[in-house]
């Protein structure tokens, strides 16, 4: 049985002397942990604005693109539900009655493949979000930066694609107490690039801040990484938004990413090591046979078949500083194949339930009249089907069994 465990994530309203206008900043770097496993209710404040991760995202301390952690959103297997189901959700709301003044700022990391059309980085919504203007969404539209209103949304963005696996830094600029989408302005990488286009009006008076996922949920799952995100209640200007730009430039970390696809697995099975690091290091390998990885690129991923329990060490040379980080997969021993039932279906056939496979290893299903003998190679067993188990539960059925007694094994195939 897997054993699951909670994490508390951390991270506030951080005071900023000289940024009295910023109402909220999300850097996901303080952490509390207790486990491996994050849910909707597993969170607790360290000041006034903290939020909560829904089933497909994770507050992770082993990637960033600053500071010490990030938002990592995988839109992993679970339905597309309204609440904190997806995406991370604040839990104070932000007023935008009186003005639609506001800046929202964030560092996002875009996968080239996106599993939804319409993933959105950031989304307030007032009231149930139906009348026009009701809903602000900042997402993505064929890789393309675009912002949605309720009831009418932005042209796509002339800019480049985000959607290429690397760190972006995104603002949006709403400047006037009363704006349309044609008022808006959006800069990346610190540059104005220009004005979004439309004549909706914005009326989201008092919202939830939703990271990760539209507060309309249906088919908007991000997949990537957010960090850093900030909400003011004034319009930054070309300098400041450039100066957010040039902070994460200048303290882009010598690491960014060191961990695994599966921090558990069971014996036999493979996980994928990945890493991303900056472009200025001269060197970065990682032990246990591994080598050197910057020689596959600043990022990527390596498969690792460990037998037990390993502990994973990065080590990055970046000028005079050295930096490593490490990465544990724990590996459990694998459970003996069991037949659990074994019937007749009604139609002639025999179907036998195998459990405690291993998802992606390549099995045998074998049948013989001498239980002594399952060599279908040189002995006289059948090769009834062999398969690459696609779960640890799988049903197999011998369509034609013999007449009189048949004995079926599953066993493993030998790397």
Same mark, same amino acid.
């Given at each position: 049985?897997?054993?699951?465990?909670?994490?508390?994530?951390?991270?506030?309203?951080?005071?900023?002397?000289?940024?009295?206008?910023?109402?909220?900043?999300?850097?996901?770097?303080?952490? =509390?942990?207790?486990?491996?496993?994050?849910?909707?209710?597993?969170?607790?404040?360290?000041?006034?604005?903290?939020?909560?991760?829904?089933?497909?995202?994770? &507050? $992770?301390?082993?990637?960033?693109?600053?500071?010490?952690?990030?938002?990592?959103?995988?839109?992993?297997?679970?339905?597309?539900?309204?609440?904190?189901?997806?995406?991370?959700?604040?839990?104070?709301?932000?007023?935008?009655?009186?003005?639609?003044?506001?800046?929202?700022?964030?560092?996002?990391?875009?996968?080239?493949? @996106?599993?939804?059309?319409?993933?959105?980085?950031?989304?307030?919504?007032?009231?149930?979000?139906?009348?026009?203007?009701?809903?602000?969404?900042?997402?993505?539209?064929?890789?393309?930066?675009?912002?949605?209103?309720?009831?009418?949304?932005?042209?796509?963005?002339?800019?480049?694609?985000?959607?290429?696996?690397?760190?972006?830094?995104?603002?949006?600029?709403?400047?006037?107490?009363?704006?349309?989408?044609?008022?808006?302005?959006?800069?990346?990488?610190?540059?104005?690039?220009?004005?979004?286009?439309?004549?909706?009006?914005?009326?989201?008076?008092?919202?939830?801040?939703?990271?990760?996922?539209?507060?309309?949920?249906?088919?908007?799952?991000?997949?990537?990484?957010?960090?850093?995100?900030?909400?003011? !209640?004034?319009?930054?200007?070309?300098?400041?938004?450039?100066?957010?730009?040039?902070?994460?430039?200048?303290?882009?970390?010598?690491?960014?990413? &060191?961990?695994?696809?599966?921090?558990?697995?069971?014996?036999?099975?493979?996980?994928?090591?990945?890493?991303?690091?900056?472009?200025?290091?001269?060197?970065?390998?990682?032990?246990?046979?591994?080598?050197?990885?910057?020689?596959?690129?600043?990022?990527?991923?390596?498969?690792?078949?460990?037998?037990?329990?390993?502990?994973? $060490?990065?080590?990055?040379?970046?000028?005079?500083? @050295?930096?490593? @980080?490490?990465? =544990? $997969?724990?590996?459990?021993?694998?459970?003996?194949?069991? $037949?659990?039932?074994?019937?007749?279906?009604?139609?002639?056939?025999?179907?036998?339930?195998?459990?405690?496979?291993?998802?992606?290893?390549?099995?045998?299903?074998?049948?013989?009249?001498?239980?002594?003998?399952?060599?279908?190679? =040189?002995?006289?067993?059948?090769?009834?089907?062999? &398969?690459?188990?696609?779960?640890?539960?799988?049903?197999?059925?011998?369509? !034609?069994?013999?007449?009189?007694?048949?004995?079926?094994?599953? @066993?493993?195939?030998?790397?």
């Amino acid at each position: 049985m897997r054993k699951t465990t909670a994490i508390a994530i951390i991270f506030g309203l951080l005071q900023c002397r000289g940024h009295a206008d910023l109402i909220a900043h999300y850097n996901f770097d303080s952490v =509390t942990e207790s486990g491996g496993v994050f849910t909707s209710d597993e969170v607790t404040s360290a000041g006034t604005n903290f939020a909560t991760a829904g089933i497909r995202s994770q &507050f $992770i301390q082993s990637c960033r693109r600053l500071g010490t952690g990030s938002l990592l959103l995988e839109n992993r297997a679970g339905s597309d539900t309204a609440g904190i189901v997806d995406g991370a959700l604040s839990n104070n709301t932000f007023n935008w009655s009186a003005s639609d003044v506001r800046t929202i700022a964030f560092w996002m990391k875009a996968a080239v493949t @996106q599993t939804d059309a319409q993933p959105t980085m950031v989304s307030f919504r007032s009231a149930a979000g139906t009348a026009n203007g009701q809903r602000f969404d900042v997402r993505l539209d064929a890789g393309k930066l675009r912002v949605e209103l309720q009831g009418g949304g932005s042209t796509a963005t002339s800019a480049a694609s985000l959607n290429d696996n690397n760190w972006h830094h995104v603002a949006v600029v709403v400047p006037l107490a009363t704006s349309t989408l044609a008022n808006v302005k959006y800069y990346i990488d610190g540059q104005l690039i220009g004005n979004f286009s439309g004549t909706a009006s914005i009326n989201t008076a008092t919202s939830q801040l939703r990271m990760g996922d539209s507060l309309h949920d249906n088919n908007r799952d991000f997949t990537g990484s957010l960090d850093d995100v900030r909400v003011y !209640n004034e319009a930054l200007g070309d300098a400041a938004v450039l100066a957010l730009y040039n902070d994460g430039v200048a303290n882009l970390p010598a690491v960014l990413c &060191f961990r695994g696809s599966s921090a558990t697995i069971v014996a036999g099975q493979s996980a994928n090591i990945l890493w991303e690091v900056d472009p200025a290091a001269s060197s970065a390998s990682v032990d246990n046979g591994i080598g050197d990885v910057l020689a596959l690129g600043t990022q990527g991923s390596v498969s690792v078949s460990p037998t037990v329990t390993t502990t994973y $060490i990065l080590t990055v040379q970046r000028g005079a500083e @050295q930096v490593l @980080q490490e990465f =544990t $997969i724990v590996v459990n021993p694998a459970l003996p194949l069991a $037949i659990t039932s074994a019937v007749f279906n009604g139609t002639g056939g025999f179907v036998v339930t195998v459990a405690n496979l291993i998802p992606g290893r390549d099995y045998e299903f074998v049948r013989t009249g001498d239980p002594g003998d399952f060599d279908h190679a =040189t002995g006289t067993a059948v090769l009834l089907q062999p &398969f690459v188990a696609a779960a640890e539960t799988l049903v197999l059925t011998d369509p !034609n069994p013999p007449d009189g007694k048949a004995f079926y094994r599953v @066993q493993a195939v030998q790397p």
